[in-house]
């Protein structure tokens, strides 16, 4: 079974925007969600349900009841020179 992960990817410019990733039931690093929702986090600041997160920060079904439908890892750009 699988657990589907919200990505919203947050430019310094723009509209953000949002992509589904599906990981293992029991769930996956913040590297590993950012990586297969094809996202380089250089310069990036990282959230997961509104709380700041490293990439080893571990999202599992835990996160999926406090989230109330699907974890949401947010991956904001950084200004530049930060």
Same mark, same amino acid.
């Given at each position: +079974?699988t @657990?589907?992960?919200?990505v919203?990817v947050?430019?310094?410019?723009?509209?953000s925007t949002?992509?589904?990733v599906?990981?293992?039931? &029991?769930?996956?690093?913040v590297?590993?969600v950012?990586?297969?929702a094809?996202?380089?986090?250089?310069? @990036?600041?990282?959230? +997961?349900?509104?709380?700041p997160a490293k990439?080893?920060?571990?999202?599992?079904?835990?996160?999926?009841?406090?989230?109330?439908?699907?974890p949401?890892?947010?991956? &904001?750009?950084?200004?530049r020179g930060?």
């Amino acid at each position: +079974m699988t @657990m589907k992960i919200k990505v919203k990817v947050v430019p310094t410019q723009g509209k953000s925007t949002t992509k589904d990733v599906e990981v293992e039931e &029991s769930g996956a690093s913040v590297a590993e969600v950012c990586e297969a929702a094809g996202i380089d986090v250089k310069n @990036m600041d990282l959230t +997961m349900n509104g709380k700041p997160a490293k990439l080893t920060t571990h999202v599992g079904p835990k996160d999926a009841l406090e989230a109330k439908d699907k974890p949401v890892v947010a991956v &904001s750009e950084r200004p530049r020179g930060s």
